[in-house]
Nanobody
């Protein structure tokens, strides 16, 4: 069993930066590929970024490519999402997720093994 707890969400002005964290419980963190998703008000949850088990590979949604960096520290059981040049359309609840299969993270309809409860990011114009 893995529990995921996100943090770092807050109100930020457009053009600003924010780093989200997702802390995982358990000893098997490096067994999982990790991802970030987001859900804006009135919209479906969408994929943002993914990172492989040991951080050697990352994959990004086109909407955030070049502005967002995903990273992980397996010694700290934590995955991060650095977001720069934030836009009002980045406003959403951000969730982290864990799955054994890396490509599942961005495959439409992919089933995650674990989800966090989310952290709210609000970008003001």
């Amino acid at each position: 069993q893995v529990q995921l707890v996100e943090s770092g969400g807050e109100l930020v002005q457009a053009g600003g930066s924010l780093r989200l964290s997702c802390a995982a419980s358990g000893r098997t963190f490096s067994s999982y590929a990790m991802g970030w998703f987001r859900q804006a008000p009135g919209k479906e949850r969408e994929f943002v970024a993914a990172i492989s088990r040991y951080g050697g590979s990352a994959y990004y949604a086109d909407s955030v490519k070049g502005r967002v960096t995903i990273s992980r520290d397996n010694a700290k059981n934590t995955v991060y999402l650095q977001m720069n040049s934030l836009k009002p359309e980045d406003t959403a609840v951000y969730y982290c997720a864990a799955t054994f299969d890396y490509k599942t993270l961005w495959t439409p309809g992919g089933v995650m093994d674990y989800w966090g409860k989310g952290t709210l990011v609000t970008v003001s114009s």
